[in-house]
């Protein structure tokens, strides 16, 4: 019993040693610059919460709708129009403070008018990881393009 008690205290003992060195190199890493933070891989990083976001909106262009009006309305489709665009091109990125939102495309097929309307709130989430607090933007990239 005594040489097992023995035995159980040193393996103790070195395990608690190597914790305490584990623990102490965590710990550097833990305090290393923002790059070593697993968010720092994103495009735009933001450690404060941004007040506004860059958005991607995606339409269909095609021979039938070679320009696609696009609205942003406040809140819901009846909301203020807060942004109006006549797009040429499938993408649009533009700046847009975080909220709530209706993006509305507006195509034609075969002569009758389509809206696509997304609703969706613009938004930033933060989180912690290896000691720095980065936000994350939500809901930036909204496909408007038709379907069918």
Known sequence: MKKFFILLFITTFFACKDANVLSSDNGDFFYKDSEDCSCQNKDTVYTDKPKAAEITLRVSINAENKNVK???????LNGTIVREYLADKSRLVDSLP??????????CKNGDSIIVPV????????????????YEILNNVVDLSLKF
Do not use: Q, S
């Not at 696009?70 to 819901?76: A, F, L, T």
């Not at 969706?120 to 720095?132: K, P, V, Y």
């Open 70 to 76: 696009v609205e942003i309305h406040e809140g819901n």
């Open 119 to 134: 609703h969706a709130r613009l938004d930033a989430d933060g989180h912690e990881c290896n000691g720095f607090y980065c």
């Open 98 to 107: 975080l909220g709530t939102y209706t993006y509305a495309a507006k195509y």
